[in-house]
């Protein structure tokens, strides 16, 4: 039983089947709450620490789903390519937008880390949390953060954002589609996206094209930044 | 499908070559995607190759993140013992961003147009 329970199969059926429970429960809820991500992974800790189930073993058998995240990030370069078209005659005020909103999220996140005074490794997988999970990801571990870590940064940022962003915005009286596009892709990443595919084409677009320039702004940014920092 | 997995993996390799070569400044996946972006923009690769297989990798990317999500588990008491920072600092710091990033590109569009017209 124990062989079959830590078999690289049935762990690959745990997170999928983690994550199409967490899509079922997020598509029927529609809360943001309940994000299709959070339930995966507590639904997968759940079973581990319920059946006995090693970390390790987990790490091992859930390698091939990890490896993945590699090719995924290659794949946006597609969808940057399919969304260039909105780019036309913009592209320096996008690029300094994007670099802007770099620059003060990375610097915000380190100077109210500071502030409480928290470990450096707590900032180093905070600094990219605006950035989409797997570009996140190797961008801590670049700076000596932990991956999980930023994961789970990255999925606050992305649970808080959808319900604040749209919000903020209005406040502050931003209509234009592409700076709201813009805000939501780049503060927010795939999440902010689906929000901003919601409000409207054109802000869907820009979103979906934020999330690989952030992306590359934020990879950019963090060395420059720590250095000034650290 | 085959060819595109190939492209896209092809890609990731460049990506990280380019990436060593730079001395790790840039993850390599990211360079990957920018490499593919460049050659398809350039029409070295045909979209309608890699199409397929871009468009299932990305609409189920929150399911590749998963794994390494549950690494929490290994770090749990890190996050608890600092929980406050880990609800504050993200929320805080991405409301500055959405200022920030949505009123420049909102001001540089009016400040183009107000240019135009003159």
């Known amino acids: ?10 762990i690959l059926l745990l997170v999928i089947g983690g994550y199409l429970l967490g899509r079922l429960i997020f598509t029927k809820s529609r809360f943001p709450l309940f994000n299709p991500v959070l339930i995966a992974i507590a639904v997968v800790i759940c ?25 995924s990030v290659v794949a946006i370069g597609y969808v940057l390519y399919e969304q260039s078209a909105v780019l036309k005659g913009k592209v320096a005020m996008i690029l300094s937008s994007v670099s802007v909103g770099a620059v003060v999220g990375i610097g915000s996140v380190i ?21 989409t999970t797997p570009i996140a990801i190797s961008l801590a571990e670049r700076s000596g953060g932990v991956g999980a870590i930023a994961s789970i940064c990255v999925i606050i940022t992305g649970v808080s954002g959808s319900i604040i962003a749209p919000l903020i915005l209005k406040l502050i009286g931003v209509k234009s589609p592409i700076a709201k596009g813009l805000a939501l892709g780049s503060a927010v990443h795939g999440m902010g996206t689906a929000k901003a595919m919601e409000i409207g084409a054109i802000e869907g677009a820009v979103a979906g094209l934020s999330i690989g320039l952030m992306g590359v702004a934020t990879s950019l940014f963090m060395p420059i930044m720590e250095a000034i920092f650290y | 499908m085959i060819k595109g997995s190939a492209i896209i993996l092809l890609f ?15 993850p390599g ?36 993140f998963v794994p390494i999500g549950v690494g929490v588990m290994a770090e749990y008491n890190l996050i608890s013992s600092n929980l406050a920072v880990f609800i504050i600092v993200p929320i805080a710091t991405t409301a500055l961003v959405v200022v920030v990033v949505g009123a420049m590109q909102q001001y540089l569009e009016q400040r183009s147009t107000d240019g135009n017209n003159n």
């Open chain 1, 1 to 10: 039983m124990a062989t079959i329970i830590n078999s690289h199969i049935f």
């Open chain 1, 47 to 71: 079973m581990l620490k319920l059946l006995d189930i090693e970390y390790e073993t987990f790490k091992q058998g859930s390698y091939i789903i990890d490896f993945m995240l590699g090719p």
């Open chain 1, 111 to 131: 100077l109210l880390c500071r502030l409480f005074g928290c470990d450096d490794i707590i900032t180093y997988s905070m600094q990219p949390k605006s950035v």
């Open chain 2, 12 to 26: 990731l390799f460049l990506g990280n070559l380019v990436s060593w070569m730079v001395g790790g400044f840039l």
């Open chain 2, 29 to 64: 996946s990211v360079c990957g995607m920018l490499l593919l972006f460049a050659a398809l923009k350039l029409r070295v690769v045909c979209a309608d190759d890699v199409k397929g297989v871009a468009k299932a990798l990305t609409a189920n990317m929150a399911l590749f």
